[in-house]
């Protein structure tokens, strides 16, 4: 896609990957509606970047509702590129877990994507133009004691773009999947820094398999991907070939299915 004034909706800009790819596509002339909690951050970096500040709490289902005609709204504009970035990890055993912590998180890692695609979607077929950009992870297919609700969200986030491509075969709206190792923000600050996962990180580095990536050049990459229709970004190289053997079922199934189209 072409992105010089195209509309994106961004959501989690407030730090992090987030924050990153919002200059980026900033740098590449698009308009930015950012969605985060952090009203101070989010303020400064829509004024940074010329774009519009959107604070909502994707955890509660009433500010999910009617977000992207809100930003539409504020924007006038229709949204182009739907980034789906929002992230949240509560680290510790299932066993211990609070009810409202494994709500929050699914809520947040997963229903919020799959709500705001649902919305974003109608408008981006019958304009016969969009991008969908979700935020996976590593995790989706790498288990990670104490990221219960984080990684299985993201497994199915995965997932659910694999059966969103086949949905959306033969129109003009593209995907992409991001499915990052450690990218060096807070939200990787808070699993090194767990003390429940130190055994885990111990045995990782005993093994010399940790490498993190950096998010300024995360970013770049997932803009390079929406500009270039890049289906899959994945980081860092060394981690590529075990996202491999998760999405080999995924392209056989496309493979076979190729030329169907299921809107008839
Ligand atoms: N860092 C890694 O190692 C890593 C690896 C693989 C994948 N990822 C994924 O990359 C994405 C970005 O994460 P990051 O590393 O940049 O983490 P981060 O620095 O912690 O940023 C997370 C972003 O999500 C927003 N967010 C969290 N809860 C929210 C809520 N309830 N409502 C609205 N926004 C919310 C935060 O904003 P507020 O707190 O202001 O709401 C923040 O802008 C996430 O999807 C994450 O799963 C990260």
Redesign the pocket.
């Given at each position: 896609m072409d992105l010089r004034d195209a509309r994106v909706l961004l959501?989690?800009?407030?730090?992090?990957?987030?924050?990153?790819m919002a200059r980026e596509f900033a740098a590449r002339g698009s308009h930015l509606v950012l969605?985060?909690?952090?009203q101070g951050?989010?303020r400064a970096l829509a004024d940074e970047v010329g774009g519009t500040a959107l604070v909502?709490?994707?955890?509660?289902p009433h500010?999910r509702d009617g977000l992207v005609a809100r930003a539409e709204a504020a924007d006038g504009r229709p949204v182009d590129v739907l980034v789906?970035?929002?992230?949240?990890?509560e680290v510790g055993p299932l066993a211990e877990a609070s009810a409202e912590s494994l709500a929050?998180q699914l809520?947040?890692?997963l229903a919020?994507p799959a709500e705001l695609i649902r919305q974003a979607l109608p408008g981006m077929l019958a304009r016969g133009r969009g991008h969908l950009v979700t935020?996976?992870?590593?995790?989706s297919t790498t288990p990670t004691p104490g990221c219960t609700a984080?990684g299985a969200s993201?497994a199915a986030l995965s997932q659910l773009q694999a059966i969103l491509r086949l949905e959306l075969a033969g129109t003009p709206v593209r995907t992409t999947l991001?499915?990052?190792?450690?990218?060096?923000?807070?939200?990787?600050d808070?699993?090194e820094g767990s003390s429940y996962l130190q055994p885990f990180f111990r045995r990782l580095r005993r093994l010399g398999v940790v490498a993190?990536?950096d998010?300024v050049d995360l970013a770049r990459s997932v803009v390079d991907a929406v500009e270039r229709d890049r289906r899959h970004v994945r980081a860092p190289r060394r981690a590529a070939g075990l996202l491999w053997f998760n999405e080999a079922p995924r392209r056989l199934v496309e493979l076979a299915l190729r030329g169907v189209r299921f809107d008839e």
């Open positions: 959501t989690g800009a407030s730090r992090g990957l987030g924050a990153a969605v985060a909690r952090s951050p989010l909502a709490d994707l955890a509660e500010q789906n970035n929002a992230g949240l990890v929050r809520a947040v890692d919020a935020v996976s992870s590593l995790q984080y993201k991001v499915s990052p190792g450690p990218v060096a923000t807070d939200l990787w808070d699993l993190t990536v998010p």
